[in-house]
């Protein structure tokens, strides 16, 4: 029986040994991070290495980082009530928080007219287009963008950022807000006064050794130009596919994109469609975000570049990674040239 192929990244990455391994040895620690014996100092100690660490390889030294349950967590916490102008690329976590008021061009790039009361994400995990994010931004959202591109949060002239863990080869149900000094955040939990008084309840100590670990091996990854390698395969696919069908269109690919993601469009074959035929042959794809509660629906990313109805419909995203292959990039290109093929034929 052939492997399944794992090519939906974007919605959670593979955890990563070195994560795992944290994990493990967080658990050995019986002390709470706030209590002050020596066994609740041992486990502050190991939160406080993690921060340092998530800190350096986010570029955020002298910023704080406030860990969370996850980046929709983080949103919350620092969007409530500023009333920020959003753009309807946005993730759901983040537009549900916004007005909506930014415009969208077919290039997937999006206008900022005031910076300090708008949030816009640094990549967009349905196309991969990255912005270019002006200085004084209110939020960013860097989740898809950590570990896949280089930056740096104090570069970017950001108030704060949002991350997650399990977009990196960390665990899942952990995540953080990054935010510049003297920026005030409004706590959304309330009980404990962990995190700088800014997120109450006892920190997920485990779920955050995790995540140092995960950033720390990504942020090598990116410096040995494993990332390039990644962005050769996903160029290949996309040769193999645009040789076969023609007509297939990928949104955003005239703007700078994350190295491993290609949305693939072949207007009257819903994505949806295509998810099921596609792991039926043994891959996994998806349409869109993969925080919808499992709903399949026309993106709205794609509606806001100008995509029609029908076209943002029938949209397919590829998400890769380090460990995939050319063999396995070649072996769904084949598998979604014939299924196009057979929909073609059928459609004519």
């Known amino acids: 029986m052939t492997a399944r192929v794992y090519l939906d990244w974007n919605a959670t990455a593979p955890m990563r040994p070195e994560a795992r391994a944290a994990m493990l040895g967080a658990m050995e620690l019986l002390g709470n991070p706030s209590s002050v014996h020596a066994e609740g100092r041992a486990a502050k100690a190991l939160m406080e290495r993690a921060r340092a660490d998530i800190a350096d390889a986010l570029g955020a030294d002298g910023a704080d980082i406030v860990f969370t349950g996850s980046a929709t967590e983080a949103a919350a916490l620092a969007m409530a009530g500023r009333g920020l102008a959003t753009a309807p690329i946005e993730h759901e976590a983040v537009s549900a928080w916004g007005t909506g008021a930014l415009p969208v061009a077919a290039d997937g790039r999006v206008a900022v007219a005031d910076p300090g009361a708008s949030a816009l994400q640094l990549a967009n995990s349905e196309t991969g287009v990255l912005q270019e994010l002006p200085a004084g931004l209110a939020v960013t959202d860097l989740t898809q963008a950590f570990g896949k591109v280089a930056f740096a949060f104090n570069w970017l002239d950001c108030r704060m950022g949002l991350v ?54 990504a942020a090598r990854d990116l410096a040995d130009g494993v990332w390039e390698r990644v962005a050769d395969l996903r160029n290949i696919l996309e040769q193999a596919v645009a040789s076969a069908v023609p007509n297939v ?100």
């Not at 953080?176 to 920190?203: P, S």
């Not at 596609?278 to 993106?299: I, W």
């Not at 029908?310 to 063999?327: C, F, K, L, Y």
Request: hydrophobic share 45%.
């Open 164 to 217: 997650s863990a399990h977009k990196l080869g960390g665990p899942k149900g952990v995540g953080a807000l990054v935010v510049r000094r003297g920026v005030e955040v409004a706590a959304q939990m309330r009980g404990g006064g962990q995190e700088m008084g800014r997120r109450a309840g006892t920190e997920n100590l485990v779920g955050i050794a995790g995540f140092a670990a995960a950033t720390t091996a």
């Open 249 to 348: 269109t990928f949104a955003g690919k005239q703007s700078p994109r994350l190295p491993n993601t290609t949305t693939l469009i072949l207007p009257g074959w819903k994505g949806e469609t295509q998810v099921m035929q596609m792991d039926l042959a043994g891959f996994a794809v998806s349409a869109g975000s993969a925080c919808s509660s499992g709903k399949v629906r026309a993106s709205a990313t794609l509606a806001a570049m100008g995509f029609d109805g029908t076209a943002a419909a029938s949209a397919v995203r590829v998400s890769i990674g380090p460990a995939t292959t050319e063999e396995e990039i070649m072996r769904f290109a084949e598998a979604w040239v014939r299924a196009a093929q057979r929909h073609l034929s059928r459609a004519a």
